[in-house]
């Protein structure tokens, strides 16, 4: 499975773990719904700044959707080994 998709099913248990719906998250990270959905469908990676604010609306800290040491030790090997 694709990095994106692994995000937005991360996103998507977190939001399920909080009883929220995209709704919910949406209206709250001042985002649109569809564009919501499909990131958690893994269709398109949000920016930076749109990510603060789903982990915001969210109410979690932005490691329980991204395992930033994993992400570093991935970019590191690419680095070493390219």
Known sequence: MGSQKQFGRK???TRLDQKMTQ???AV???I???YYARIERGEVN?????FEDIVK????????????WS???NLVSLAVFN
Do not use: G, Q, Y
């Open 71 to 73: 992400l570093l030790t």
């Open 57 to 68: 609306a969210l109410k979690v800290k932005s490691s329980k959707i991204i395992d930033f």
């Open 28 to 30: 709250k990270a001042r």
């Open 11 to 13: 996103l998507k248990k």
């Open 32 to 34: 649109s719904t569809n």
């Open 23 to 25: 709704v919910d998250v």
């Open 46 to 50: 949000p920016s930076i700044d749109v």
